[in-house]
């Protein structure tokens, strides 16, 4: 029987959060605006943008307007994360494991597919994903488990047949939701600021595919 593991993107595989919080930053001084760090941790780790900037603004932002903020915003993010792509410790050497064993493996991500491009073209994992998602593949956004049904769909198998790894409260839910038992990665939130998980993780250092067999075998 087949087993799939689906891999967040931010958080998860990189350690986007500080370069999302610069490029947030800058695109919010430009407007006047300075949130604090505490308001970032609550109200953007996890958001897709159209959360974020309808919270930060104050109004729903919509249309034409969206996409002009949108694409200002990941441009700043993608200019400044650039030259630092690297994933969270052993993710890669973890990956190969998962492969090794027959996995399938799949990345949702609330992230627009230029930032997905960008991270998964710098550490070379795109030909080991049987399912890509990023935000332009989805209608409804995390917490709703959209994004982790389409890629149980895409790898052809059953939800309760999926880990996924995640790092926020609204990607956890969502793959809750979707039926699936979930690993927090704790690299934006302690274990208390998160929903239950089955397993939580800090890297991947320690961290191999039989753990995972052993999690779906529970």
Do not use: W
């Not at 949702?108 to 991270?119: K, V």
């Amino acid at each position: 029987m087949k087993n799939a593991v689906i891999f967040d993107m931010d958080g998860v595989i990189a350690h986007t959060n500080p370069y999302h919080s610069l490029a947030f930053r800058e695109f919010f001084k430009k407007r006047d605006l300075y949130p604090t760090d505490e308001e970032f941790a609550q109200h953007m780790f996890g958001k897709s943008n159209s959360y974020i900037l309808a919270h930060f603004l104050g109004r729903k932002i919509e249309g034409e307007e969206f996409r002009s903020m949108e694409e200002e915003k990941e441009g700043l993010f993608r200019a400044i994360y650039a030259d630092h792509v690297k994933d969270i410790d052993g993710y890669l050497t973890f990956l190969a494991d998962l492969k090794q064993n027959g996995f399938l493996t799949g990345v949702a991500t609330s992230a627009p597919r230029a930032n997905l491009d960008l991270i998964m073209g710098k550490l070379g994992f795109g030909p080991y994903m049987e399912s890509v998602l990023a935000s332009e593949n989805v209608t409804k956004h995390k917490p709703d488990p959209e994004v982790y049904l389409k890629s149980a769909a895409n790898l052809g198998i059953e939800p309760e047949r999926c880990i996924v790894f995640e790092d926020s409260f609204s990607g956890i839910t969502a793959a809750t939701r979707a039926g699936m038992r979930v690993v927090g990665v704790l690299s934006s939130h302690t274990k208390e600021e998160l929903p239950p998980c089955a397993m939580y993780i800090e890297n991947y250092l320690n961290i191999k595919a039989a753990d995972i067999l052993n999690l779906l075998a529970s």
